[in-house]
């Protein structure tokens, strides 16, 4: 069966069309209503997406949603209700889902007769058990505004642990999985049998590891000390620490490869930048082999994940009492799986595949 995927950013719709597992089409349209753009709205872009591609036999539209709350678990046939509750979700996802909305809502009139289905990026953390979402907060402020931990990246978390237990053999349903998506936005998930236990990410996908652009965690003083003492407005803040933060904001660039590049020759900024990322990332590690009370494997994915074999070595450094190694001359070949042969803790590389995986979901779920 035909599934069209389509994630529609505020400027941008990514499309890829699947027959089974194969990719029949895909492509990118951008810089959507911006001036010398290739398209004047979301309506023409979709439009223009539609009639690129063949959709003789399309089954179905997947969606990609970034928040669906605590209302979706699972990906979602998309109704006016669910419509509706997308929408009450914005305010946990301002940028994020009115996007979407635009996309779903642009879809469901080129395509009337398709079923079109949401896959949310927060669903396959809705596993995780009370203690691991909730912030030890005013309980009454905390359930009047939504306040928890949502997590992200489900869709490429869920992929990846379970092409890892593929990988190794291990039967999905019992293999125990830390993965690490490392790309523009970072975030760690430990999944126990296919299920999200733990991740970094939390209300929103500012926590966590340290990221291209974005801080991670830190003490919430920061934020009242640059408003009290500092007099920054609060959108001001919420810029610095989203847009001027992490690799950018500790150097000056937000690629890895540019950072890498840097501290080999030597510059202080780009070292403590490359560290202070290693670092969470094996603080995160070992806080998820706790949780997990010990891993199968953990798997690094995405832009930095597959390629950055000075990352995947730097982050699992010293873990050997841990039964974490790494084996250099597998790591630097980029091999699927970089640890020595039998080793406690399997070391993998797994390509992502969110696409693929928002398609495989959408084919289950009809
Ligand atoms: P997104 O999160 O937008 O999907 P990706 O998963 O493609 O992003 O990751 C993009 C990031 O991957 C880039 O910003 C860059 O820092 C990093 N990256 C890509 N290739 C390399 C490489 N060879 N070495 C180090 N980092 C890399």
Redesign the pocket.
Known sequence: MKILVLNTGSSSVKYRLFDGVETLAKGLIERIGEQGGEVPDHAAALQRVMSSVDLEGLGAVGHRVVHGGAEFAGPTVITDEVVATIERLVPLAPLHNPAALTGISVARKLLPDVPQVAVFDTAFHQTIPPEGVAYAIDADLADRWQIRRYGFHGTSHAYVARQTAELLGLSPDDAKVITL??????SACAVDGGRSVATSMGMSPLAGLVM?TRSGDLDPTVIFHLHRVAGLPVDEIERSLTRYGG?QGLTGD???????RRRDEGDPAATLAFDLYCRRIKEYVGSYLAVLGGADAITFT???????PA?RAASLAGLSALGVTIDEARNQRGDRIISPENARVAVCVVP?DEELEIAQQVTAEL
Request: aromatic share 0%; glycine share 20%; proline share 0%.
């Open positions: 998506h490392l790309g523009n936005g970072a291209g690799l937000n690629d890895m490869r540019t950072v890498q995405a832009g930095v994940g597959e390629n950055a990352v992502t």
